[in-house]
T-cell receptor
Framework: GDSVTQMEGPVTLSEEAFLTINCTYT??????LFWYVQYPGEGLQLLLK?????DKGSNKGFEATYRKETTSFHLEKGSVQVSDSAVYFC??????????FGRGTSLIVHP | KAGVTQTPRYLIKTRGQQVTLSCSPI?????VSWYQQTPGQGLQFLFE???????NKGNFPGRFSGRQFSNSRSEMNVSTLELGDSALYLC?????????????FGPGTRLLVL
């Protein structure tokens, strides 16, 4: 079945540092890929998405590129802020139409 | 548009009881999905309803059930509660009729089973 693997956290960074959160997936066909963010006490919010190979999703300074050859969708941001502290989830929606989420990666940004 | 709303936000029950959670999707969205989120298992898909019909189902026992009403509001029910059912239950709606895949999540209902 479909699966998503994310790097384990927590990821701890200083403000203005570069962020990468790795995400790889296994799926049949051509899934759509998503990054969601969850702030404490809240539900998940869509951060960005990509629906086909080589597409780049971007939002609020975050970017991720759909790499079919490496089955990856790594999340990056050039300069993180304290307000980016949250849990980030990589997800896919493939041919089964059942969304599959990674375990989540906690990001902690220190001033 | 108003976002996805879930009620109640917090709930405490004892083993063996049953519980019903409610979800109101974004206006116009006809697909509602339910998830269980726990520290140990992460986010796990329970089921999806579209136009009052269950369209997809995850790997949960029959104690977990749901339904959707004609106004797209959805409820999920857990019978004979177990300690392991303690979790954050998230609901998400999608404008599935347009082929859109983005899910919009509610804040969740935190269930504690004692």
């Amino acid at each position: 079945g479909d699966s998503v693997t994310q790097m384990e956290g927590p990821v701890t960074l200083s403000e203005e540092a570069f962020l990468t959160i790795n995400c790889t997936y296994t799926a049949t066909g051509y899934p759509s890929l998503f990054w969601y963010v969850q702030y404490p006490g809240e539900g998940l919010q869509l951060l960005l998405k990509a629906t086909k190979a080589d597409d780049k999703g971007s939002n609020k300074g975050f970017e991720a590129t759909y790499r079919k050859e490496t089955t990856s969708f790594h999340l990056e941001k050039g300069s993180v802020q304290v307000s980016d502290s949250a849990v980030y989830f990589c997800a896919l929606r493939g041919g089964s139409y059942i969304p599959t989420f990674g375990r989540g990666t906690s990001l902690i940004v220190h001033p | 548009k108003a976002g996805v709303t879930q009620t109640p936000r917090y709930l405490i029950k004892t083993r063996g009881q049953q519980v019903t959670l409610s979800c109101s999707p974004i206006s116009g969205h006809r697909s509602v999905s339910w998830y269980q989120q726990t520290p140990g298992q992460g986010l796990q898909f329970l089921f999806e309803y579209f136009s009052e019909t269950q369209r997809n189902k995850g790997n949960f026992p029959g104690r977990f059930s749901g339904r959707q009403f004609s106004n797209s509001r959805s409820e999920m029910n857990v019978s004979t509660l177990e300690l392991g059912d303690s979790a954050l239950y998230l609901c998400a709606s999608t404008d599935a009729g347009t082929g859109e895949e983005t899910q919009y999540f509610g804040p969740g209902t935190r269930l504690l089973v004692l």
